[in-house]
């Protein structure tokens, strides 16, 4: 995945001059984040009723304009309509109804224990915007992935500007015209373009930055940070494997691999299975199990299916076209390789036991194509994954205890699923983010409201209880009483101040 | 260690990483001990290292450094089984039967960048975190304070495990080809523009950093009806100011701000109080660090060069380039674009800045960068409130200054120029973490209707069923029978 565009500047110029909205460079952008500033200097996003009011909108936005929505989607990915409302509109107001449902509670000051250090004393961590932030967003779930981390940023009281990815045109567009017919446009603006643009956004100072992508924009994003002491989330991406045990239900496991495959998004998402571990001895009865599941869900002709997602343009196609040219590879397909170049569309594929050297097990899939790796036994299955960069996500599937305790301790990743796939994004109370390659940060939940906050640590002492010892200058006494003191050792302490003879 | 080396040693540490030993609970308890004993048993040899780089008397050596270190090695064993311990978090009702965790664990092997003004605590106090979360760590401390370094390089090896805990000593080159290295986590303090440069190096990597920078702390300084109560504040603010390694501090205040009317009251106050605590001759009283350094006193002296600056200075100016003292220096009201007034000060000069009215003080705050640390002395509720809701800083300590510091409770790290991340305590431990999310379904329960081939039919009963629980429809979709 690469940030390049194929319009041309003059034509971005020419569709904004159409739309009348703003062609950023670094001028702009750097009067756009002085205004945001402004307003934030107001304090006017920090009210709760300010923040509330926002995200309301937001979910008349999803639920007015839905029909825009699908529309945008099956334009930009060709995305089947109950995938759609699923995951970018029924997910986003999830995650409204969560802040709207908790805001009041997570905005109050978490009170702190203190100890005999500072005593008398009280404190308290409270919650404080971080100003204006900036989310870039990306092209497979364009309205989850812009829409989610922009009601975290509002959440937390902060101003936002939002960069729709221009992979998804149409999706852009429509938040770009839609968002300030919505929200308060004073605080929350869009701002459509590519490399050049995005360029000239982070030039500027953000107080955060959330960037959902892959780990060689992540890198870019994380260096322009550091010009500012910007931090940083990135959400990228990985191999996310799946080792299947033999002990499974065979039946519901397929479901589930295929679901958290091909049903998200063509396999284009980030945690999408990318290739499955499993037993050279059970391998025929899983292949066997997946190709007549696909077949169930898909038909015998997947290519005129129209439940699932098409490639979302010829780049992507070509990329993946390449992998499966590749010599090494193209003997290896076992179910599938079907294409349609016009159409842009693969059908759900499977290869078994590609070499370990080939492109295809090197670099993040993110299409229909699922590898199938033999082990002899299922725990060999960790080397394999460990020998990689960290995943998002890593998946089992097995009735074994010891096998999932043994998965759970030794495998590191973002999340981890346990006898199913990509659900843990659903779940709220999880932080969903990745580790190493795979990303730093998390969000969703209050992990959201989290990430766009300050923690700002607040101490209040009284004035009585001044312990001379702190102060010079400074005698044996004093010193025996700060140790007592910085010991947490009240015994020690009134021994001292008593003056008893310290050995 | 040298750095010929270096990518042996990282192979090493790779390696002990992956062999799972930092992992066990039994090898990072061991750890732990092993410096507890290092403080124990070298007590009197680091008051000397620190005495030699910094000149800092034993009661700062171990009220800011041995004791602080100390503090935090005991809140980390005796807290460790529950850091390390996965929490359960509640999941959706109708995913049941559906169980989730968080799960803790080390990053991997993690670089510690020290600095030389508590050079024992800056490079321990992280250290401790990240062993607490079973990481593998390389430890460079400043070569600022080479005594202390050469101490922490002579002992970290033989009181913990040498093949997951090394230290490399040096300067910026020593420094550049750490950071050329793959981390999974750096954690660095010191100055701003040096945290640019680490978080640029760890770009490279998608390393994330922690950045405990620095800032221009203030001081506010309301006026205290009550004479006691501006005695004990009077004297924490000097403690404030010279207390902590003579001014050079991330949290020392940096500035003082006080209305007009009570400007000669209170430096007159201040000057009492200055000579009580540190006499006429504190370098000898052992009441003070020194100046680091001679590049640090020049620094200084060039703050106060410009004849308007050194114009406002009302007590205190007299240096001493060969012993590398500076009088405790307090300034009245110096030019608001001058260097004393823009830059961290990091030494023993105290700008007072009268304001008209104390609320004045929040604007002027503002009008400069987020700083670590703001101590506010009042007993005005609604100044208190205001304060905290119209400022931003780290952290804002009432009555009192430095003291969050050893605060276990408390998040210590900065914002916008004074860094991000934080530390301390669980703080610690969880910045070295991965918090990993793990979700375990069971095969019972699953429903067919929620697959492809997708009908207008199956889409209707979503929408019927979508008005209630967003989070119930995903999840049936992928399987859970609906109660």
């Not at chain 1, 429509?174 to 590519?194: H, M, N, W």
């Not at chain 1, 999880?430 to 795979?438: A, D, Y």
């Not at chain 2, 040498?162 to 050329?180: C, D, I």
């Not at chain 2, 050079?248 to 009492?272: F, G, M, P, R, W």
Request: charged letters at 25%.
């Amino acid at each position: 995945m690469s940030l390049t565009s194929t319009a041309t500047k003059q034509q971005v110029v020419k569709e904004a001059e159409e739309k009348k909205t703003m062609v950023v460079d670094s001028k702009n952008a750097a009067s756009l984040v002085s205004e945001l500033r402004g307003t934030f200097s107001t304090g006017k996003t920090r009210s709760y009723e300010w923040r509330t009011t926002q995200i309301k909108n937001i979910i008349k936005l999803v639920e007015e304009r839905e029909s825009d929505i699908f529309e945008a989607l099956r334009s930009d990915l060709s995305k089947p309509e109950l995938e759609s409302f699923v995951s970018e509109i029924s997910m986003t107001k999830a995650s409204c109804k969560t802040m709207l449902k908790e805001l009041k509670h997570w905005m109050k000051p978490e009170p702190a224990k203190t100890k005999l250090t500072t005593f008398p004393s009280s404190a308290e961590i409270v919650s404080e915007p971080l100003g204006v932030v900036l989310v870039i967003s990306a092209w497979n779930y364009p309205v989850l992935l812009s829409l989610d981390p922009v009601i975290g940023a509002i959440a937390a009281g902060n101003a936002v500007v939002l960069k729709p990815s221009e992979v998804a045109p149409a999706t852009s567009s429509l938040l770009a015209k839609l968002l300030p017919e919505y929200v308060d446009k004073s605080a929350i603006r869009v701002v459509e373009g590519a490399v050049a643009e995005t360029t000239a956004l982070l030039e500027q100072r953000w107080d955060k930055i959330l960037y959902t992508g892959n780990g060689k924009v992540g890198r870019i994003v994380m260096a322009a940070a550091a010009k500012h002491l910007t931090p940083v989330v990135l959400e990228l991406g990985g191999k996310n494997p799946v080792v299947v045990d033999s002990n499974v239900n065979l039946k519901v496991a397929v479901r589930r691999i295929i679901a958290g495959k091909w049903g998200c998004n063509n396999g284009q998402a980030c945690i999408s299975p990318d290739y499955i571990i499993t037993t050279k001895s059970f391998a025929p009865q899983l292949i066997d199990a997946l190709k007549s599941t696909l077949e169930e869900f898909y038909g015998k002709d997947p290519l005129q299916s129209k439940d699932l997602s098409r490639i979302v343009n010829s780049s992507h196609f070509q990329r993946l076209a390449q992998l499966l040219d590749d010599d090494k590879v193209s003997g290896k397909i076992v179910h599938g390789g079907q294409r349609d170049e016009k159409r842009i569309k693969i059908a759900p594929t499977l290869l078994l036991d590609v070499p370990h050297n080939s492109l295809i097990m090197k670099e993040e899939i993110f299409g229909p194509l699922l590898l199938i790796i033999t082990v002899d036994k299922v725990e060999d299955s960790f080397v394999i994954i460990n020998s990689r960069s960290k995943p998002l996500a890593a998946y089992l599937f097995t009735n074994d205890k010891a096998l999932e305790k043994k998965f759970v301790d030794s495998i590191s990743a973002g999340g981890m699923l346990i006898n199913d796939t990509c659900l843990h994004l659903a779940v709220h109370t999880l932080p969903f983010g990745g580790v190493g390659e795979s990303g730093m940060g998390s969000y969703h939940g209050k992990f959201s409201f989290d990430t766009f906050s300050h923690k700002k640590a607040v101490l209040y002492r009284s004035f009585g209880g001044d312990a001379s010892a702190r102060y010079p200058p400074y005698t044996l006494k004093k010193q025996r009483v700060l140790r007592a003191l910085l010991n947490g050792d009240i015994i020690g302490l009134i021994l001292t101040l008593i003056g008893w003879p310290r050995k | 260690m040298d750095l010929v080396h270096l990518e042996d040693n990282m192979e090493e540490l790779r390696e002990c990483f992956r062999s799972r030993k930092t992992k066990s609970a039994a090898w990072r308890r061991d750890q732990l001990e092993g410096l507890m004993r290092l403080l124990k048993e070298k007590e009197s040899e680091i008051f000397k290292a620190l005495k030699e780089d910094l000149g800092k008397p034993p009661a700062e050596a171990y009220r800011d450094e041995v004791g602080v270190v100390r503090k935090s090695l005991n809140l980390a064993l005796s807290c460790l089984d529950d850091w390390m311990a996965p929490k359960k978090v509640h999941v959706p009702r109708i995913g049941f039967p559906t169980t989730g965790e968080l799960v803790p664990e080390p990053l991997g092997v993690v670089l510690i960048l020290a600095c030389w003004n508590f050079p024992f605590t800056l490079a321990l106090d992280p250290l401790i975190g990240a062993i607490a979360a079973g990481n593998a760590a390389v430890l460079k401390p400043s070569e600022l304070a080479p005594v202390t370094s050469s101490l922490l390089a002579e002992y970290i090896p033989t009181y913990l495990d040498n093949k997951a805990v090394k230290v490399f000593q040096g300067g910026s080159p020593v420094a550049e080809r750490l950071l050329e290295m793959k981390w999974d986590k750096i954690f660095f303090t010191g100055s701003p523009r040096v945290g640019r440069i680490i978080m640029s190096a760890a770009a490279k990597h998608l390393t994330p950093v922690t950045l405990e920078l620095g800032g221009k702390c203030p001081a506010v300084l309301d006026h205290l009806p009550n004479h006691r109560d501006g005695e004990v504040a009077i004297r924490r603010l000097v403690n404030g100011k010279w207390g902590p390694c003579y001014g050079q501090a991330c949290v020392a205040i940096d500035y003082l701000l006080v209305e007009e009317k009570h400007a000669s009251a209170t430096i007159n106050h201040l000057k009492d109080w200055i000579t009580k605590f540190y006499g006429d001759r504190p370098l000898e009283t052992n009441s003070i660090s020194r100046i680091v350094n001679k590049s640090h006193f020049k620094r200084l002296r060039n703050l106060v060069q410009d004849p308007t600056v050194a114009a406002s200075i009302v007590h205190g100016g007299h240096m001493d380039e060969d012993n590398l003292f500076i009088e405790p220096t307090i300034l009245l009201n110096p030019p608001s674009e001058s260097e004393i007034m823009t830059e961290e000060i990091f030494g023993p000069f105290l700008p007072i800045i009268t304001l008209k009215k104390i609320e004045d003080s929040i604007e002027f705050v503002n009008s400069k960068p987020r700083a670590l640390a703001m101590y506010v002395f009042t007993k005005n509720e609604n100044f208190q409130k205001r304060v905290i809701a119209e400022t931003s800083s780290g952290s804002v300590t009432f009555n009192d200054a430095i003291i969050q510091f050893l605060c276990d409770t408390l998040p210590f790290g900065g914002i916008g120029e004074s860094g991000f991340g934080r530390y301390h305590g669980k703080f610690s431990f969880d910045t070295f973490s991965h918090e990993k999310a793990v979700l375990r379904r069971s095969f019972l329960i699953e429903l067919s209707f929620g697959s492809p081939p997708w009908s207008d039919y199956k889409l209707q009963f979503l929408r019927a069923a979508y008005n209630f629980d967003y989070i119930q429809v995903f999840l049936m979709l992928l399987g859970l029978k609906r109660k």
